[in-house]
C-alpha cells in the first residue's frame, strides 16, 4: 500500500506542479479566495467528490462518505499575504501586492494532490476521509473558526486531523514534528495614546505622545521580562508606529500596533489586563490618556502526542527515519491550533528548501518560494498519514 501511494505522488507530480503555479500566479488575500475557492472545488470534482462550499469561501469534502469505520480529517489553508512578489519566475503572482508568500498555495496543491491518491485507492481505504480547504488563515478570527462554526467537522465528525505547513529552514525531501505545545497563541495589540500636540521647540505647553508612546513601548517589554514566570514562553513586539508629527510638531495622538504570543492560557489573559494598566499607567503619568484594545486571535497549537506519535512512526516508514526531525517551540502562530481544540491533531513541517537553486529565503517575504519537489512529498505523506490513522 505504500509503495501504490508513491507511485501515485510520483505519477501526479507534474500535474500538482501546474496546480501550484496556477495557485501561486493567482494569490487572494484572507476571506476573498473567491476563484482560489471555485478552482478547488471544480478540481474535487473531477475526481468524483462531491464538494461543498464552507464559511464562504471555504471547501469541504468526503472521500468515502456512506464507508463505515473511522472518520479523519486533512486540512490545507489557501489564503495569501499583501506583499509584492519580487520573484522573477514565469508563475509570480499577477495580483499586484498579493502574494503566496506562506506557502498556502503548496498547502493547498498537497491537500489535492493527497485527495487524488486517496480517491485512487478509495476502495483499499478503512473508513472516510474530509478534506478541509480553509480560508484566512492569515487574519483574525481565523478561517478554522469560522469553518467549525459553519459545521466542517460535523456530518461525518472526523476523530482526529492532520495539517502541514512548508519550512524553508528545512531541506526538501525532510519532514518535522513536535509533539504537545508547538506553536504561540497569537493577539493582537492596538493603543492610541492621546495627549496635546503643540509645537516641538514648546514642549512645556504639549502633552508628548511621542515620549508618551516611546515610554509605553520600553514598559510592554517589561511586562514579559519581570512579570512571567521563566519557563513560560512569551514574547511582547510593536511592529507598527503611527505619530503624524513633523521635525518641529509634536502630534495630538500616536498609534502603536503589535503582538502577544505565549503558551498558557492563564498568563495570556493575564497580560491582556497587564497591557490595559500599564498602557493607562504610563499616559496617566505624562498627563495624557490612551485608548486600548487587545484582541484575541488563535490558541496555541497543541499536538496530541498519540497523534503525533502515530505519525512520526509512519513518516520514517514513508520517508525513511533520516528523513524526520524533531522541531522545536516556535513563536508563531497558526489557527489550525482551533481544529486542535476540538479533536486530537498533528500539525507538522514540510521542507522547502534547496540551497543550490538559492531557494533560501524565509515565509512572509517578497522573494520566498521553494523546491517544487516537496510537492510530490507533500502530497503522498499527507495521504500516508491519513491510510495510517484510519488503520488504527
Avoid at 488575500?29 to 478552482?39: A, D, M
Avoid at 509570480?92 to 501586492?97: D, K, L, M, T, V
Avoid at 472526523?158 to 504537545?180: C, R
Wanted: charged share 25%; hydrophobic share 40%; proline share 4%.
Amino acid at each position: 500500500m505504500k509503495e501504490r501511494v508513491h507511485q501515485l505522488a510520483a505519477e501526479a507530480w507534474q500535474d500538482l506542479v501546474d496546480i501550484r503555479r496556477h495557485l501561486h500566479s493567482h494569490p487572494e488575500l484572507s476571506f476573498q479566495e473567491h476563484e482560489t475557492s471555485r478552482f478547488v472545488f471544480e478540481q474535487l470534482q473531477q475526481l468524483g467528490l462531491e464538494p461543498e462550499f464552507r464559511a464562504d469561501t471555504g471547501v469541504v469534502a468526503v472521500i468515502n462518505p456512506e464507508r463505515n469505520g473511522k472518520v479523519m480529517a486533512l486540512r490545507g489553508d489557501m489564503d495569501a499575504l499583501p506583499i509584492l512578489e519580487e520573484n522573477e519566475v514565469s508563475y509570480r503572482s499577477q495580483n499586484e501586492g498579493v502574494m503566496h508568500a506562506c506557502g498556502h498555495d503548496v498547502h493547498t496543491t498537497s491537500l489535492l494532490g493527497a485527495a487524488r491518491i486517496l480517491s485512487s485507492m478509495k476502495d483499499d481505504i478503512p473508513g472516510s476521509v474530509k478534506l478541509i480547504f480553509q480560508p484566512g488563515e492569515e487574519k483574525i478570527p481565523g478561517g478554522a473558526s469560522l469553518m467549525i462554526k459553519d459545521g466542517v467537522l460535523q456530518n461525518p465528525s472526523p476523530e482526529t486531523i492532520i495539517g502541514q505547513h512548508v519550512y524553508p529552514d528545512m531541506e526538501v525531501g525532510k519532514v518535522g514534528f513536535k509533539s504537545g505545545r508547538y506553536m504561540a497563541s497569537a493577539d493582537e495589540i492596538y493603543i492610541t495614546v492621546i495627549g496635546k500636540g503643540g509645537h516641538a521647540a514648546l514642549p512645556h505647553k504639549n502633552v508628548d505622545t511621542v515620549l508618551m508612546a516611546s515610554h509605553l513601548i520600553v514598559a510592554l517589554q517589561q511586562i514579559v521580562s519581570r512579570n512571567a514566570q521563566p519557563d513560560v514562553a512569551s514574547v511582547i513586539s510593536i511592529g507598527k508606529i503611527i505619530g503624524d508629527g513633523a521635525t518641529n510638531v509634536i502630534p495630538d495622538r500616536v498609534m502603536l500596533e503589535g503582538t502577544f504570543r505565549t503558551f498558557d492560557e492563564a498568563w495570556r489573559m493575564r497580560v491582556h489586563e497587564r497591557i490595559h494598566e500599564v498602557a493607562e499607567g504610563v499616559a496617566k503619568t505624562f498627563g495624557g490618556r490612551c485608548e486600548v484594545e487587545v484582541r484575541k486571535g488563535f490558541p496555541f497549537v497543541y499536538n496530541d502526542e498519540a497523534v503525533t506519535g502515530r505519525s512520526v512512526e509512519a513518516a520514517r516508514e514513508f520517508l525513511g527515519r533520516e528523513n524526520v526531525i524533531d522541531l522545536d517551540l516556535r513563536m508563531t502562530a497558526e489557527d489550525f491550533a482551533f481544529f486542535a481544540r476540538e479533536i486530537p491533531g498533528c500539525f507538522y513541517r514540510l521542507g522547502t528548501r534547496n540551497e543550490s537553486k538559492n531557494i533560501v529565503h524565509p515565509l512572509h517575504t517578497s522573494r520566498f518560494d521553494v523546491d517544487e519537489r516537496s510537492l510530490e512529498i507533500g502530497a503522498g505523506l499527507m495521504a500516508w498519514l491519513a491510510i495510517n490513522e484510519l488503520r488504527q
